[in-house]
């Protein structure tokens, strides 16, 4: 309905998996078809009054993060810093899992952006009980409490959003800081004092296809005038 993207809706009916590790009931396989699954997608959009099949939104633009980024420099890099901070404690994120029993884990936060719809999200975000009463997810911006300026220093409202486009953007803006020049550099081992370098150690390719003229001492060398 107005909680899942669709693609992803229909891709879990056909394969159920753990969403939430601390939920003690599991979503059961029924086999069903692709067309069975495509109608149940249809139905809950239906019920939700949801638009069907869910609709590209305007914030997973690279352009929207570059003109937000623009105005409010290092906008992302604070968000995900504010909520690695706060949202440590019970969410999965990427690598990282935090202490304690695995049952009793929030939803990992790098599927976020394929799972959820944004307007959904965000009203999550803002004030989850109002979704799920009995949520254990607290409130983090709450409406004109500005709080954690440490970690991203603006508005409750700033906040949020700029948490939202984190979470919508997951993949891409992870992506944006790990490269593989880095990667080489930190798993490459040490260079060993006097060894050859591989520059050194390896002859040039069209040096190595050409082998080196050899001249005969009893051969008369060429006339030039001839």
């Known amino acids: 309905g107005k909680k899942t993207q669709t693609a992803w809706l229909y891709d879990f009916l ?22 069975e699954a495509r109608k149940l997608v249809a139905y809950f959009a239906a019920v939700d009054n949801a638009v069907h099949p869910y609709q ?29 901070v706060v949202c440590k404690q019970c969410h999965k994120m990427g690598d990282f899992a935090p202490a304690g029993q695995p049952a009793a884990m929030a939803p990992n936060l790098d599927r976020i952006h394929k799972r959820l719809r944004p307007d959904y999200l965000r009203q999550w975000l803002a004030k989850p009980t109002s979704i799920l009463p009995y949520t254990n997810m ?14 991203y220093h603006g508005t409750t409202s ?62 008369p060398e060429p006339d030039p005038d001839q």
Not at 23 to 31: E, G, S, Y
Not at 56 to 84: K, M, N
Not at 138 to 151: D, G, I, K, M, V
């Open 56 to 84: 590209f939104d305007q914030r997973t633009r690279t352009e929207h993060l570059v003109s937000t980024e623009a105005e409010r420099p290092e906008r992302l890099d604070d968000a995900l810093r504010l909520t690695v």
């Open 14 to 35: 056909l394969d159920p998996h753990p969403v939430r590790p601390a939920a003690v009931l599991r979503m059961p396989k029924f086999n069903m078809s692709s067309d």
């Open 158 to 219: 700033e906040q949020l959003d700029a948490v939202t486009d984190l979470l919508l953007n997951y993949d891409q803006v992870m992506k944006d800081r790990a490269t593989i020049s880095k990667l080489v550099e930190e798993w490459s081992p040490p260079a060993v004092p006097g060894a050859a370098t591989p520059d050194a150690a390896a002859p040039d390719a069209a040096d190595a296809a050409t082998p080196p003229a050899t001249t005969n001492p009893d051969q």
């Open 138 to 151: 607290p409130a983090n911006f709450e409406r004109n409490q500005a709080t954690n300026q440490n970690l």
